[in-house]
């Protein structure tokens, strides 16, 4: 039997697979994680990317904003946290708040902060968490060239220096995470992250996996960054054990394309030819916690399996799909792709109101609120981008979920096929396919950017 191991919760999946089956597996090229990690934050932040150290950056009377990730991403911040905080030493610890940047996800619990930045840090210092649904939590900084109004976090603008922490990886429709990721949609107001993901967005052909040039929403991702204000980035990388391999900081705009080439070098994989059958995971805890996260594998593997063929896809999903957020409601209300894909769209007779959207309790505290909604724009509603992209994926593959928490009722209603034994699923296929059907196993999902090159 051929063994393939995927990154599933936190103790990963293993699948056998029979030996006279034509399997290529597809993964980005490792490398070593480095030796002295907190030694190499501490020299990035000294000699940083087009910009003063952070340290000459910072004076003790400045206060300073520490943009985090929330629970879905991997940062490790039991290693960063120490090299920035003794950084920043001669800074008085009221001076300094933590923000997290939930964008548009739900609030980190108290629990989840201790296990994301530690018990000491949590104790330490006063911790801010974005809520995208709050207007007055939020003020307007400008307006980009496309005409989204940039609502950023007062307690992020207030600051003297905001600090960008995150790592890079390939990202679904801004090319790379990282960067001003962590501004927009992180501590942006709910209506500035709907227009940035925007259904227009989403359909354009540069707003995917590896590519920044000429994709609308990184290029509005950055804009707003520079709008809100002086920042530091420190994004580190990562390898498939969780390990960093590089550490990237200085400059918002410059450390990030630094970081964004030297992942695309790991991460990107020339495939010649499309596959019948593509298998994938979305690369594992924290980030396969529920199936809104997990489209993002889905997308992955999308991107190499051919028209009418199939997507196995392997999701703990411990956080559902979620309850929280629209994502579910919009699946679960569709008739199908075409009929969601139609009402993101706003195609006429199939759109929602802004009221169904969630918007309206903003709304209702203030009528000016409310989001315009041409057949231009299609819906702009909460969640609704990752819907989009969940029924392109249904109307190119059939995807197949393997979930040890979601039910099968759940799969259905979201629009995929419940999977409880990946390798006969695999023997199944093969009897739709044929004894040659061509298969890829995608081991760490959305950590890889497989492309088409024949």
Known sequence: MKRVRLAYGKSGLEIALRDDINVD???PRYIQGLSDAAGAVREALRHPVASKPLRERVRTSDTVAIVVNDITRATPYDLLLPVLLDELSHVPDDHITILVATGTHRPTTEAELSTLLGHEAVGRFRIVQNNAQDRDSHALVGTTHSGNAIWVHREYLKSDLRILTGFIEPHIFAGFSGGGKACLPGMTLLETTLRNHCPAHIDHPKATWGVTQGNPIREEIQEAARMAGPGFLLNVAMNRDKAVTEIFAGDIEKAHEQGCESVRKTAMVRVSAPYDIVITSNSGYPLDLNLYQSVKGMSAAAQIVRKGGAIILAADCWDG???????????FEAQGPAHLLARVRGIP??????????????ADKNPQSAIPNPKSQGLLCQDSWQAQIHASICEKATVHLFSDHLSDEDITRAMLTPCRDIAARVDQLIGVYGPEASIAVMPEGPLTIPYLCP
């Not at 799909?321 to 699946?331: N, S, T, V």
């Not at 007779?349 to 903003?362: K, M, V």
């Open 25 to 27: 597996v597809i993964e």
């Open 321 to 331: 799909i979620p309850d929280h957020g629209e994502y579910k409601r919009l699946l």
């Open 349 to 362: 007779d199939c759109g929602l109101r802004i009221a169904d959207c969630g918007l309206n309790g903003t």
